[in-house]
């Protein structure tokens, strides 16, 4: 994440989450509020109409009472119906606006008065007004002389009558409602069921509050009151709407104003990041951070320019004394060059002295017998003493040792001169001894041959015969022995030189098959060549050589099947490939078949003893004439040999 990503985050949280997180807490706080002054609010209210219900029941009673014990109410003794008693009713429905029904029974339950007239004579059992959810409140009528119970004083009015304690507006609304007939009076439409056992219930559009009567006679209604959420909480919820609107509009003002911050303070940052990138990948010193700034990112600029200032001139310093080291390393190379070419160990040292008195020139350099100054001991075999440094100036712990590495090397040269010389010689003697002793052995071997085959054109003794063949075959394996440790040694000594010449590789390969064939022929295998005749230009007594070498190894080691040679060109390059049918070699024997005096473990190779030097020489001739071989063979199934010449 970039910098100015993390100051844009920052920055944002910074400004806009306290804003978020104090307008939800202050909203929820006022809704909570808000919720606790409605719900206060309209208990209030229940309590107050409440009250007034009750009070207006408590008002009736005493006026009911007090109207019970009217002298006028004598009249009920009378058997027949009483119009005094009847105006009575009237006049009080009249002057205290009842809506209801007052009646006036006797002791006998019959209706004597009425200001509903078609009840007077009826019974007050039969009249049916009881179970129509009516309120009746009954008073006993005793006569004014005796004072024994002589009738009923009774007003019977309908609940619906108590609307007029109720009231709707757009906020709330209050309902009556009778919780054994659900008979309900008011102005909520459903009333959840809920409120029989709650005192508060809230749905997803209303907040109902329930509260019972203490009288008797109201003792199965509720008193309910209804809140309408969406009326209530729609200021609330404006006024969030507004600090929404705030918000959103404060956040693209702080995401803008974050931005242009952010990038403010970003953009000298990514200038002196750009510059170090730009440094790292041009290697270029010389460029610098263009910030005039007295800030901290004014600071960090100065001393990033500074350090590449720094870094510049160091830069520069070690340049140029790589440049006079390189050129001192240069003329040294130059000088242990031309020491290395003498040859002679008696001329190493005096060839040193004088290429390394011009080298160093403010300091003297001579051999001596005796240590003084600053001495290097040299000692060989041939030469013991030291080689002098001689200055005026004292010697630093570096150059010591600078001078010391020159006086070792040195000595390495001459023990190298040396250790060349003997080997020169050593091997001068041996291709000596080689030579001597294989011309000292073919002498008497070829006139061994030369007699056993004579012997075998005379002899007709067959047994004779057979053991002068023996003869021949153990002379020409020892004669094939000599001269490949001839052939060797010539190669050991340098002594063996390409001789390029022009011919058609037909001419080649029927040379070595006729050399060959024979060899096929005793054991009965086929021999095989493919090619095109095209024509080559290489050491044709070399390639002729090779190819012996293989196909007589492929002979050796094939009891049936076939030998095969391939031979093509491409490009400058002359293919060979020598396949036979034979015993194969291992995988982990393979490295192993080109080394000197290497022979492998097998049955065939116990009958054939050698020296273990033909693939070792065929490899280093085919190396003289600027090629390679290669080895595919699988145990039991037979081994291709094929390798390249280059021509030019």
Avoid: C
Avoid at 460 to 479: F, N, P, Q, V, W
Wanted: hydrophobic fraction near 40%.
């Amino acid at each position: 994440m970039s910098i100015r990503i993390k100051v844009f985050l920052v920055l944002l949280v910074l400004t806009l989450l306290p804003y978020g997180l104090a307008s939800f807490f202050i909203f929820k706080y006022g809704e909570n509020q808000l919720r606790n002054n409605i719900k206060n609010q309209q208990l209030q209210n229940i309590a107050l109409i409440q009250q007034n219900i009750q009070n207006y029941f408590l008002s009736m009673k005493k006026n009911l009472n007090f109207w019970s014990k009217a002298q006028i109410l004598d009249d009920i003794l009378i058997g027949d119906l009483d119009k005094r008693i009847q105006i009575f009713l009237d006049q009080i429905k009249t002057n205290y606006h009842l809506k209801g029904i007052l009646l006036v029974v006797n002791k006998e339950g019959r209706i004597i008065a009425s200001t509903k007239r078609k009840l007077v004579g009826k019974s007050f059992w039969n009249i049916g007004l009881s179970g129509q959810n009516n309120f009746i409140l009954t008073f006993p009528v005793f006569s004014s002389f005796d004072k024994r119970k002589i009738g009923e004083f009774v007003y019977i009015f309908k609940p619906y009558y108590l609307k007029s304690f109720l009231y709707k507006n757009p906020f709330s609304g209050l309902s009556l409602y009778n919780t054994k007939s659900k008979a309900r009076i008011g102005y909520i439409e459903d009333i959840p069921e809920i409120l029989l056992y709650k005192n508060e219930y809230e749905d997803k559009e209303y907040i109902y509050f329930s509260q019972g009567f203490s009288l008797t006679d109201l003792k199965n209604w509720l008193l309910i009151s209804q809140i309408n959420k969406e009326a209530v909480f729609s200021p609330l919820r404006k006024i969030q709407d507004y600090f929404f609107f705030v918000f959103i509009t404060g956040f693209f003002l702080i995401v803008a104003f974050s931005f242009y911050i952010s990038e403010k303070l970003v953009r000298p940052i990514k200038n002196i990041a750009e510059t170090m990138e730009y440094v790292v990948d041009k290697k270029d010193y010389s460029v610098r951070v263009l910030y005039s700034g007295k800030d901290e990112i004014g600071i960090l600029a100065k001393a990033f320019n500074h350090m590449l200032s720094e870094v510049e001139t160091a830069l520069k310093t070690i340049e140029k004394e790589n440049k006079r080291r390189l050129y001192l390393f240069k003329n040294l190379i130059e000088i242990f060059s031309r020491i290395t070419s003498v040859q002679k160990d008696t001329e190493v040292l005096d060839v040193a002295v004088k290429e390394l008195q011009k080298f160093f020139k403010d300091i003297k350099i001579h051999f001596s017998k005796k240590k003084m100054h600053y001495s290097v001991p040299i000692k060989t075999k041939s030469i013991e003493g030291y080689l002098v440094f001689e200055t005026k100036k004292t010697l630093t712990k570096e150059e010591k040792n600078f001078y010391t590495s020159i006086g070792e090397l040195i000595n390495l040269l001459l023990e190298k001169v040396e250790l060349l010389t003997k080997a020169q010689e050593a091997s001068k003697a041996k291709s000596a001894f080689i030579s001597n002793m294989s011309h000292e052995l073919r002498t008497p071997l070829n006139s061994i041959l030369g007699f056993s085959q004579f012997l075998q054109s005379i002899e007709t003794d067959s047994t004779k015969r057979e053991a002068l063949k023996s003869i021949e075959t153990a002379g020409r394996h020892l004669l094939e022995m000599i001269n490949d440790i001839l052939d060797y040694a010539k190669l050991e000594a340098g002594a063996v030189y390409v001789k390029k010449e022009r011919f058609f590789i037909k001419e080649l390969l029927d040379e070595v098959f006729t050399i060959v064939k024979p060899l096929a022929e005793d054991k009965n295998l086929k021999l095989e060549y493919f090619y095109e005749n095209f024509p080559v230009y290489s050491d044709k007594k070399l390639l002729k050589q090779i190819l012996l070498n293989l196909l007589s190894n492929g002979i050796k080691f094939t009891e049936k099947g076939y030998i095969r040679v391939k031979a093509w060109k491409e490009n400058d390059k002359v293919f060979f490939s020598a396949k036979d049918t034979g015993i194969g070699i291992k995988n982990e024997d393979i490295e192993k078949i080109f080394q000197d005096f290497t022979q492998l473990e097998n049955p065939l190779q116990k009958r054939y003893k050698g020296t273990g030097l033909g693939l070792a020489i065929v490899k280093k001739y085919i190396e003289l004439l600027g090629g390679k071989i290669e080895v595919h063979s699988q145990e039991y199934k037979g081994t291709e040999f094929v390798f390249w010449i280059k021509e030019n």
